[in-house]
């Protein structure tokens, strides 16, 4: 149920031939400023985007963890980390993984049975949304 | 199916439950980690290097790392088959994951078993 979902409801940036296939005079609306996504859209959007990010940044947090595992390298990962830019980078990336989590364990009680109804479906992505915003703000009062 | 011919479980279910399983191991990784780091008094380079100094936790890391992969390999290919229209194109993007995942793999195999 949840493949279904997540393959559906990003059809908007679908090729329009494939759509118009089923109607072809039915109206169209692509004024982007009255298109909105629903918060479900927006939960699942931010699971992919949070997701691909967190794939590129793997080779950066393997490389900070062969480095923290040598004395000399320890100390240079620590004073790299005192850093602004550094600093960010590692608040974004802890950022993401909190919010992916997030919307994964939801995904887990979704399995379950929990929260699959419409309104269901819309509370579980507003609090998945107001967590990881909470956790985000928590990780930045943590590292700065 | 030809389709899926670059998935890991190379059907939806098995992938599925691959997802779910790899999920529930990081999530207990980061749950740990996250536990360790408050618990300490400090995290000086002593401590951080006991902790991975632990065969126990060489193996934890390790399966942490793989289900990164596997995770990361699945999540990738369901992304790519919405978004990646051409199908060269597309086959050459999931192979290229699928190298960078193995390649991750074999690296966080090396590093936590030089400590």
Not at chain 2, 44 to 64: D, H, M, P, T
Request: charged share 10%.
């Amino acid at each position: 149920m949840n493949l279904l979902k997540i393959r559906n409801h990003h059809f908007l940036f679908h090729n329009r031939e494939d759509i118009d296939i089923v109607n072809k005079n039915r109206p169209v609306n692509l004024n982007l400023a009255t298109i909105k996504f629903p918060v479900t859209s927006i939960s699942s959007i931010l699971h992919r985007i949070t997701g691909v990010l967190l794939f590129l940044s793997i080779p950066l947090c393997l490389w900070a963890l062969q480095l923290s595992l040598t004395p000399a390298g320890f100390a240079e990962v620590k004073s790299v980390m005192s850093g602004g830019i550094v600093k960010f980078i590692s608040w974004a990336i802890l950022s993401m993984l909190a919010y992916h989590i997030i919307a994964g364990l939801r995904h887990l009680m979704m399995d379950a049975g929990i929260g699959e109804t419409l309104e269901g479906g819309r509370f579980g992505a507003y609090s998945v949304i107001v967590l990881g915003v909470v956790s985000a703000a928590l990780l930045g009062v943590w590292i700065w | 199916m030809v389709t899926s011919a670059t998935s890991l479980g190379r059907s939806g279910l098995h992938d599925w439950i691959i997802q779910r399983v790899t999920a529930v191991v990081l999530a207990a990784y980061v749950i740990y980690l996250t536990g360790f780091l408050f618990s300490a008094d400090a995290i000086e380079y002593n401590v951080w290097r006991s902790l991975f100094g632990q065969v126990w936790f060489k193996i934890f890391s390790l399966l942490a790392i793989a289900s990164i992969c596997f995770h990361a390999w699945i999540g990738m290919w369901i992304v790519s088959t919405d978004y990646i229209k051409p199908t060269g194109l597309r086959m050459v993007f999931q192979v290229f994951v699928i190298l960078f995942c193995l390649a991750c793999l074999i690296w966080g195999a090396q590093i936590l078993w030089s400590v």
